[in-house]
């Protein structure tokens, strides 16, 4: 009984979700600032319901030209007479056919530009809102699935308004129509049959539909897992060659697409019985109004015509009758769909501007962490009473052990979180006061990993500042060193980098990162272990770069190894996430406290490493 229970309130809920789904997507078919598209949409409406009317009449033509042509169904004209009248009631039947059929293209025609404007919008909606998300939700969601449910939502808004407006709306128009015709021109035990036939038959669909409706959720969350997997595995290909770990990748893989195939065989079988079941109950139906009207034409109730008449009629029920159950099961699919698409657009924003919120503005890039408290978690503190202040330009230099709290500043910086108490500000103005977009435009950023996009060298560089002159990107890759690595190429700044920009070394990628932040020209500037992952040699002409690119600038960099940051003006000792020493690298030798000895191990491991060489 509990369990049955459960079902229904899951019933009532995929109900209510569905509504809602469908009144999130009527502004996208009815945009209150788009004219031209809501003339589209009722001169799409017209064409459809003149193609259904014509429909309706057409049968009307075909029993005057099988009555015409009966025997004694013209007795007292003449033979020609008889002739031209089949034959024109022939024509006017192939006509209206052919007019049934300019309508329901007109239709289509009218509303192509409704729908894909909507899937368009939306799309659009969904990728801006991704973006203004924070950081907090993309760490803990899988790429690889959030592209999936994007995918199939946006793929089901055209799907939905098409055939919600183009197959039910003009399957019920249709059958009403009908079922006056059969009952004001035959009687109401024709009405009666078709109507129970229906019932029955939507009924059985419905039931069976809703069953498979639940089976295809499987097949989607089993089709997003092993894609997820999928994309995951495939990101990481050096990562699975180094552990020889394919055969494990492609387990976990095939047990996803092991899920997926049994769903999907429940589907093909259930699709059959949905099948058969529509075709007895509808075969059943077309038999017993054809015994009727054969029981009629035999009594001279009806003529030889309305036999046709009535067939035609029948078939033209039992067309979209049959496409009934798809198209059902197919709304229903894409309103699941739609839902969780839209389940994305309803996470709000964890950081959000201010209604009146300024632009930064800049007059030096002073920065100042007042008192702050900061932890991704209630339960963890990563920055404890965090005081510093960068005068403008100037370097400081924060160090410490892993999870002391370095990496959680440059976060902060960008505000990609809200501090939990205190306040980070620039030249005064306190972050959560001016708008994101500025914020962001005002710092730029080398990381440890340069992560860039498969496009070309030049496209990457630009990306700092895409309205950039071409001499601009030039004088930004000789400033990083790279230009001439990038003319040695054969395609030169048309060079494709790859995914990621595998293609690249460590060190060319790190290059086109810094002219990329080059470009961008920010007052501030955050390195964040920008060369702790590169080799010695590399490092060091790295370095180079990094110091010409700091001059002038209020630069923040977050260092592990020590020798990378012995000129800063500052250098900053975190430890779980307060400020344990500061000052240069010489007094904070002189201290022979903490940067002390991470100075000497630090020189201890690199002569072991030297001397092992």
């Known amino acids: 009984m509990a369990v049955e229970t459960d079902n229904l309130d899951a019933q009532a809920e995929a109900r209510r979700s569905g509504i809602r789904t469908i009144k999130r997507v009527l502004p996208y078919l009815w945009p209150e600032d788009n004219r031209e598209i809501r003339v589209r949409v009722v001169l799409a409406l017209v064409a459809l319901v003149l193609a259904r009317v014509i429909s309706v009449i057409t049968p009307f033509f075909y029993k005057g030209a099988v009555d015409a042509m009966a025997p004694g169904g013209a007795e007292s004209n003449a033979t020609v007479f008889l002739i031209a009248g089949a034959v024109g009631l022939t024509i006017a039947y192939g006509i209206a056919r052919l007019m049934t059929v300019g309508f329901n293209q007109l239709r289509d025609v009218l509303f192509a530009r409704v729908g894909q404007r909507a899937l368009r919008r939306l799309a659009l909606e969904t990728f801006r809102h991704m ?122 893989y095939d047990e996803s697409m092991r899920g997926y195939e049994k769903a999907a065989l429940t589907t093909s079988y259930s699709l059959a019985f949905l099948n058969f079941g529509q075709s007895l109950f509808i075969t059943a139906g077309l038999v017993i109004v054809m015994v009727m009207a054969a029981i009629g034409v035999n009594n001279g109730d009806l003529t030889v015509g309305d036999f046709v008449m009535v067939n035609a009629y029948m078939i033209q029920i039992t067309m979209p009758l049959n496409f009934l159950g798809t198209v059902y099961r197919e709304i229903r699919q894409s309103l699941i769909d739609m839902g969780e698409m839209f389940d994305l657009l309803q996470y709000q924003r964890e950081v959000e501007d201010k209604p009146d919120a300024k632009a930064l503005t800049i007059n030096g890039g002073e920065l100042k962490f007042n008192n702050i408290h900061f932890g991704y978690n209630d339960d963890r503190t990563i920055l404890n009473g965090l005081d510093l202040t960068v005068p403008p330009g100037q370097t400081v230099a924060v160090v410490g052990p892993s999870g002391s709290g370095k990496s959680t500043i440059g976060r902060l910086m960008f505000r990609f979180y809200d501090v939990t108490s205190g306040s980070l500000s620039i030249d005064g103005q306190d972050v959560r006061d001016v708008t994101q977009q500025s914020l962001h435009q005002s710092i730029g950023i080398v990381p440890q990993d340069t992560v860039l996009f498969n496009d070309t060298i030049g496209y990457n560089i630009a990306y700092g500042r895409p309205d950039a002159t071409p001499d601009e990107m030039i004088d930004a890759a000789k400033a990083a060193k790279i230009h001439d690595f990038i003319l040695s190429l054969p395609e030169g700044y048309d060079t494709a980098v790859g995914e990621r920009g595998l293609k690249l070394s460590g060190g060319e990628k790190q290059r086109v990162g810094i002219a990329r932040t080059l470009l961008k020209n920010p007052p501030v500037l955050l390195l964040d272990e920008a060369t702790s992952a590169l080799d010695t040699d590399t490092e060091r002409d790295i370095q180079e770069s990094l110091r010409l690119m700091s001059k002038g600038r209020t630069v923040i960099t977050i260092a592990h190894r020590l020798s990378t940051v012995v000129d800063a003006d500052k250098i900053v000792v975190l430890d779980e996430g307060s400020i344990i020493e500061q000052g240069t690298h010489e007094k904070l030798l002189a201290l022979d406290g903490r940067y002390a000895q991470m100075w000497h191990r630090q020189a201890a491991d690199e002569d072991d490493v030297h001397n092992t060489q």
């Open 131 to 252: 973006h203004a998300l924070s950081l907090r939700y993309h760490l803990t969601r899988k790429t690889g699935g959030l592209s999936r449910i994007i995918e199939r939502g946006v793929k089901g808004v055209d799907f939905l308004l098409r055939f919600m407006l183009f197959s039910i709306g003009p399957l019920v128009l249709e059958l009403l129509m009908i079922a006056a015709i059969m009952f004001f021109v035959f009687d109401v035990w024709y009405l009666t049959v078709i109507v129970v036939t229906i019932a029955i038959y939507i009924w059985f669909t419905f039931k069976v539909t809703e069953w498979r409706v639940q089976v295809r959720k499987q097949m989607n969350d089993k089709d997003t897992d092993a894609n997820q997997k999928a994309i995951d595995s495939l990101l990481n290909y050096e990562t699975v060659k180094y552990f020889s770990a394919e055969d494990r990748e492609a387990s976990r």
